[in-house]
């Protein structure tokens, strides 16, 4: 097996990892959204009410970790000789990251704006269980560091491995 396998191999490896972290962090931090909020009206704009669950899930979670999937896409077809086909999926691959990457924070942002910052006090730090030790983290860089960062990086990740691994590319490490 050669060497740009076993590489891609293993940012998928760390690419799924870094879901399973970010779902069990989503899970803690949208607790609201998921259960005595579940079914609140959120307005997506003034003509779109939805359940407040549904906005979670498929307006922030995945769309997040979908923006990090097409920018995984893009980076790859950016290392190869252009052509029309190609010069259109790289169009399409950044336009889709940057779209869904803004939605998926921007709703994130706007649901979960009460978990780090409310009424405009410094909420309690949060506890957060590591292999070694238990720590106290500022409830900002929990959700930010622990969450929005490790969710676009694993669709990343996931993306990258998986479209580089569909080229023909001896020999070019690309990343």
């Given at each position: 097996?050669?060497?740009?396998?076993?590489?891609?191999?293993?940012?998928?490896?760390?690419?799924?990892?870094?879901?399973?972290?970010?779902?069990?962090?989503?899970?803690?931090?949208?607790?609201?959204?998921?259960?005595?909020?579940?079914?609140?009206?959120?307005?997506?704009?003034?003509?779109?009410?939805?359940?407040?669950?549904?906005?979670?899930?498929?307006?922030?979670?995945?769309?997040?970790?979908?923006?990090?999937?097409?920018?995984?896409?893009?980076?790859?077809?950016?290392?190869?000789?252009?052509?029309?086909?190609?010069?259109?999926?790289?169009?399409?691959?950044?336009?889709?990251?940057?779209?869904?990457?803004?939605?998926?924070?921007n709703t994130f942002d706007m649901m979960l704006g009460c978990f780090y910052w409310t009424?405009?006090?410094?909420?309690?730090?949060?506890?957060?269980?590591?292999?070694?030790?238990?720590?106290?983290?500022?409830?900002?860089?929990?959700?930010?560091?622990?969450?929005?960062?490790?969710?676009?990086?694993?669709?990343?990740?996931?993306?990258?491995?998986?479209?580089?691994?569909?080229?023909?590319?001896?020999?070019?490490?690309?990343?």
């Amino acid at each position: 097996m050669d060497k740009l396998k076993i590489c891609l191999a293993l940012l998928g490896i760390i690419g799924v990892l870094l879901l399973i972290v970010s779902f069990n962090t989503a899970m803690f931090v949208g607790d609201p959204w998921l259960s005595d909020r579940a079914h609140d009206d959120w307005h997506m704009n003034n003509y779109t009410v939805i359940p407040g669950f549904l906005a979670y899930i498929f307006f922030a979670f995945i769309p997040l970790a979908l923006g990090g999937v097409f920018f995984g896409v893009f980076l790859p077809l950016v290392s190869l000789h252009p052509s029309k086909k190609r010069v259109r999926l790289l169009l399409l691959s950044v336009s889709l990251a940057v779209l869904f990457t803004s939605l998926g924070f921007n709703t994130f942002d706007m649901m979960l704006g009460c978990f780090y910052w409310t009424n405009g006090t410094e909420p309690a730090p949060i506890l957060v269980n590591l292999f070694f030790a238990e720590i106290h983290v500022n409830a900002w860089n929990f959700y930010f560091f622990l969450f929005i960062i490790p969710l676009w990086v694993s669709g990343f990740l996931m993306g990258l491995s998986a479209c580089a691994s569909q080229f023909k590319l001896k020999n070019r490490f690309f990343f």
